[in-house]
């Protein structure tokens, strides 16, 4: 644009040059009409050069507001968004803004001693290289606020200095905390290592059931002599596989409904006495008879909980105490803890007990105290999220040998103490 201006200025002086030359070498008055002709040419061309200038002007105005606007949105996105900007001159990191507890001056020799030891040797590779980049970028761990190592991403770039007789290079760039962008990573990582075990377990859980009941079904309908205490013993376990095989795809759905939020909590004032009665004698018609069952409760508590989901999660500690008692008891109860003002209702068993190590694990998904026990492992993953939004916590006790005590500790509805 402006050297549009200057060619119509020039060609306004040419002109200018041009018709004085004609006045001098013929007599003005035989060019009476070349006055009013050259004045008007100049009129218009000196509005061309003033409307260019305007144009050129107004364009300038905007590119510069641009450029204001994409300076302020980039200021914003580096000093809310965990970047640095820095240069790199004289082997000292210069930063617009300190990073952590650094200076705004940080040497590469000093930069070194906060690199992870596993990443120095990569990091010291990079600043080799740093006069050759061109958008280039990389991650190491460093600890730059307190002690512990954070995830890291150099991006840099090497420019040209103008003004040099010899080459000289700028490093500009940006230095980005990565860090939860790792972590979530590392998350998806094992949500992967999850789904594969997941489905590896399913489709082991799963075959297992649905071939006793194609291979038993195959039985009934091909052995036509099959005496009638057999055919009752193929049906009655034709009948159970049928259930576990129930029990799982309903813990399955279970488990995707907590996950995902789906599952419903309705709650409502409850007394945790009819609670503990209800489920006491459901149970006394299935507890085995070689053990003894037992009830302790003595006044009333009333907390404020969905009924369906927390009987639920009763009724599988109780299961499992079943499952691994062989002799001795089984005791329901609930207590009121004063210091804390809250309901504790309890599982205990004298069975096998758990160790330390399974007491660790014993709420993870698939973990199974018995390895060669019916279920996928997936109850008291199931008990613990259902805990978890009826807004309590599962405590456990236990010793190998001399028996478990589950608890589901909620708080106490107000006033709810009788």
Same mark, same amino acid.
């Given at each position: 644009m402006i050297r549009r201006i200057l060619y119509? =200025? !020039?060609? #306004?002086?040419? +002109?200018?040059?041009?018709?004085? *030359? $004609?006045?001098?070498?013929?007599?003005? &008055?035989?060019?009476?009409? =070349? !006055?009013? #002709?050259?004045? +008007?040419?100049?009129i218009i061309? *000196? $509005?061309?050069?003033?409307?260019?200038? &305007?144009?050129?002007?107004?364009?300038?105005?905007?590119?510069? +507001?641009?450029?204001?606007?994409?300076?302020?949105?980039?200021?914003?996105?580096?000093r809310f968004g965990n970047a640095y900007?820095?240069?790199?001159?004289?082997?000292?990191?210069?930063?617009?803004?300190?990073?952590?507890?650094?200076?705004?001056?940080?040497?590469?020799?000093?930069?070194?001693?906060?690199?992870?030891?596993?990443?120095?040797?990569?990091?010291?590779?990079?600043?080799?290289?740093?006069?050759?980049?061109?958008?280039?970028?990389?991650?190491?761990?460093?600890?730059?606020?307190?002690?512990?190592?954070?995830?890291?991403?150099?991006?840099?770039?090497?420019?040209?200095?103008?003004?040099?007789?010899?080459?000289?290079?700028d490093i500009i760039g940006l230095l980005v905390n990565i860090n939860e962008m790792k972590k979530r990573e590392e998350e998806l990582l094992r949500a992967k290592g999850h789904e594969q075990k997941f489905l590896a377990n399913m489709s082991?859980?799963?075959?297992?059931?649905?071939?006793?009941?194609?291979?038993?079904?195959n039985l009934l309908v091909s052995e036509k002599d099959l005496e009638e205490t057999d055919r009752q013993l193929f049906i009655h376990t034709i009948n159970q596989n049928c259930d576990l095989l129930l029990v799982l795809i309903n813990d399955i759905l279970e488990i995707s409904r907590l996950e995902s939020g789906q599952m419903?909590?309705?709650?409502?004032?409850?007394?945790v006495k009819g609670l503990v009665d209800d489920l006491y004698l459901t149970y006394q018609l299935l507890v085995p008879a070689s053990l003894r069952f037992m009830k302790e409760a003595e006044g009333d508590l009333f907390i404020y909980t969905d009924k369906k989901r927390l009987s639920q999660v009763i009724t599988n500690f109780l299961t499992n105490a079943c499952k691994f008692t062989?002799?001795?008891?089984?005791?329901?109860?609930?207590?009121y803890l004063r210091g804390t003002d809250?309901?504790?209702?309890?599982?205990?068993?004298?069975?096998?007990?758990?160790?330390?190590?399974?007491?660790?694990?014993?709420?993870?998904?698939?973990?199974?105290?018995?390895?060669?026990?019916?279920?996928?492992?997936?109850?008291?993953?199931?008990?613990?999220?259902?805990?978890?939004?009826?807004?309590?916590?599962?405590?456990?006790?236990?010793k190998p040998g001399e028996g478990s005590r589950f608890s589901v500790v909620l708080p106490v509805y107000k006033g709810g103490y009788a």
């Open positions: 119509l =200025s !020039l060609g #306004l002086a040419i +002109l200018f040059a041009g018709l004085f *030359l $004609l006045s001098e070498i013929f007599p003005l &008055r035989r060019y009476t009409m =070349s !006055l009013p #002709l050259f004045e +008007l040419l100049s061309l *000196l $509005l061309c050069v003033l409307y260019l200038y &305007r144009k050129d002007k107004k364009q300038e105005e905007e590119l510069l +507001l641009k450029q204001t606007r994409r300076s302020h949105i980039l200021d914003l996105s580096v900007a820095f240069e790199f001159k004289e082997d000292t990191f210069l930063f617009e803004f300190a990073v952590g507890d650094l200076p705004n001056r940080v040497s590469a020799e000093e930069m070194y001693e906060l690199i992870h030891p596993d990443d120095l040797l990569s990091f010291k590779g990079e600043r080799v290289r740093l006069w050759k980049a061109n958008k280039e970028s990389f991650q190491f761990r460093a600890r730059f606020s307190g002690s512990d190592y954070e995830w890291w991403e150099f991006r840099y770039s090497s420019l040209l200095e103008a003004g040099h007789e010899k080459e000289v290079y082991h859980e799963i075959r297992t059931p649905l071939n006793a009941i194609v291979g038993f079904s419903k909590f309705v709650k409502e004032r409850c007394s062989s002799s001795g008891y089984i005791k329901l109860g609930f207590k809250e309901a504790a209702i309890f599982v205990e068993d004298s069975g096998s007990g758990l160790s330390e190590e399974q007491q660790e694990k014993v709420f993870s998904r698939f973990f199974k105290q018995d390895e060669f026990s019916q279920g996928a492992g997936l109850g008291l993953c199931i008990c613990q999220g259902i805990v978890q939004n009826l807004g309590g916590r599962i405590a456990l006790s236990s």
